[in-house]
Each structure stands twice: as structure tokens, then as C-alpha cells.
């Protein structure tokens, strides 16, 4: 008898146990920020279970967790440009999972899509850009650059319900000789632009000098001027001082010319 209320009870329990291993797998809490995919047998279902407290099949469905949060990426490539450089460009982005998609991108990745899809996404990206410019137009259209990165790694990941949130080209690092190269291009086109600063002002003094010169040539000229002018009129008063100093005091008789009026005027 006691054998049997054993047993019962062994029953019971094993039956309790099952009971509640089941109730434990017929649920499925799905965390904030995440979405489970359902499989059946190992095959994904098309409905995509949201946030909260899900019911499921034990032991013939299972649920995924797929997260959904933004999640940041800083990768760092090195390629070469068009011109043939090496340089290693450093991009940060942020992206996440589409909720609505999540299904088909574990249906066609897995959990580990960031190593599968996006990483390679992003070397191939940086590579074909890159090609399309030269060292020195990486420096100078960065901006421009960092857009078609952005662009084509977007092409590439957007279909797989992959969306990038932000994203910055952080640095660009070119080699040593071509940083030396640059560096004395810079150097020259210092030296270029002091050599013309330089040329500017002894232009701009020379043309002060002449300036100044011309100007004392002007006034030269004007004494000059004034100096034969008071020298032809002294030089006449002397004429005249010789004349009245030579006169007798009588008047000719006969007087021709120009004498007759210079001697009319010194009897004045």
C-alpha cells in the first residue's frame, strides 16, 4: 500500500516536473529594444514577434532574440588611391536592425550579420571610393569623399533591413613619403608666395621712388624755369644800367629801330 502511494507520488511529481518544463517553453519574454523570429523545426516563420511576453509551441517552435538597439561600428580600411597612394581611412557609424525585416535577415545571415554583412560592406566601400580620387583630392573634397562612402555602403547593407543612422569619416592617414612630399610641396609654395610678397613691395617701392622722383624732376624743372626767367630780365636791367651809365645826357639825332624805344624809355 505504502509501495503504491510511492509511486503516486513519484507520478505526481514527474508530472509536475513535465508540467512545468512545459509551461516554461509554451513563453517567451522579448526584451526592449528587440524582436524575436520564430522558427518551426528549425525553419523561420514569416511573423516577426515584438516586445513583451510571446506564446510559442514547446519544444516544436523556438523564438530568436534579434536586437534592434543602434549599435556602433569604428572600422578602420586601408586601400589605395587613384593616383596609387596608400591610405588608411577610419569611419565610425551607427546603425540597426529594421524591426519589420528582422525575420528575413536571420532567415539569410544569422545573429552575426555585423562580421557577414556589414564589415565587408565597409572595406569594399572604402576601397572603391578611394580609387576613384587622387591623395591630394582626399584632403581637399573630404567631405564629398565621406558622402559616397556613406552612399555605397548603404547600397550594400540597406536591402538586407540594415540602416545606418550616422556616419563620419574620422581620419584619413596617408603614408610617410607621401606626408614628407606634401610637406615640401607646402614648403615651396611658401617660399613661392614669400618670394611674391617680397616682389610686391619692391614693386611697390619702386614706384614710390619713381613717383617721388618725377616729382622732384617737376619741380627742378619749374626752378629752371624760373631761374632763366629772372635771368633774362636781370641780364636786360644790366643792359639798361650799361646804357643809362654810357649816356651822355643829349638825345641823338638819328636813332633806327628798336634803340629808339629802349632810349625813350631811359629818358623816362
Known amino acids: 500500500m505504502e509501495n503504491r502511494k510511492t509511486i503516486k507520488w513519484i507520478v505526481l511529481g514527474i508530472i509536475l516536473i513535465v508540467a512545468v518544463i512545459v509551461l516554461f517553453n509554451s513563453f517567451k519574454t522579448i526584451p526592449t529594444g528587440c524582436v524575436g523570429?520564430?522558427?518551426q523545426f528549425g525553419k523561420v516563420q514569416n511573423d516577426v514577434l515584438q516586445e513583451g511576453l510571446n506564446g510559442k509551441i514547446p519544444?516544436?517552435?523556438k523564438i530568436v532574440l534579434v536586437d534592434c538597439k543602434t549599435k556602433k561600428i569604428d572600422a578602420t580600411s586601408e586601400s589605395s588611391t587613384k593616383d596609387l597612394q596608400t591610405v588608411s581611412v577610419t569611419i565610425a557609424l551607427n546603425y540597426n536592425v529594421?524591426?519589420?525585416t528582422a525575420n528575413k535577415l536571420y532567415r539569410e545571415v544569422g545573429t552575426d550579420f555585423e562580421n557577414i554583412v556589414i564589415n565587408p560592406a565597409i572595406l569594399e566601400s572604402v576601397k572603391s571610393v578611394m580609387a576613384q580620387y587622387t591623395a591630394e583630392e582626399l584632403i581637399t573634397k573630404r567631405a564629398e569623399v565621406s558622402s559616397m562612402i556613406r552612399e555605397s555602403l548603404t547600397n550594400k547593407i540597406d536591402s538586407?533591413?540594415?540602416t545606418i543612422t550616422e556616419f563620419n569619416t574620422t581620419n584619413i592617414d596617408f603614408s610617410d613619403a607621401f606626408?614628407?612630399?606634401i610637406e615640401a610641396k607646402a614648403v615651396k609654395q611658401q617660399e613661392v608666395?614669400?618670394?611674391?610678397a617680397e616682389l610686391e613691395k619692391q614693386k611697390i617701392q619702386n614706384e614710390k621712388e619713381i613717383s617721388i622722383a618725377?616729382?622732384?624732376a617737376k619741380v627742378m624743372e619749374l626752378q629752371n624755369n624760373q631761374i632763366t626767367d629772372k635771368t633774362l630780365q636781370l641780364?636786360?636791367?644790366e643792359i639798361k644800367q650799361k646804357m643809362i651809365e654810357k649816356w651822355n645826357g643829349q638825345f641823338p639825332t638819328t636813332m633806327m629801330g628798336e634803340n629808339t624805344s629802349a632810349l625813350f624809355n631811359i629818358s623816362k
Request: net charge positive; aromatic share 4%; proline share 0%.
Open 37 to 39: 523570429v520564430k522558427t
Open 214 to 216: 618725377e616729382k622732384d
Open 59 to 61: 519544444f516544436i517552435e
Open 179 to 181: 606626408n614628407a612630399a
Open 235 to 237: 641780364k636786360e636791367l
Open 98 to 100: 529594421r524591426k519589420d
Open 160 to 162: 538586407r533591413g540594415i
Open 193 to 196: 608666395v614669400t618670394a611674391q
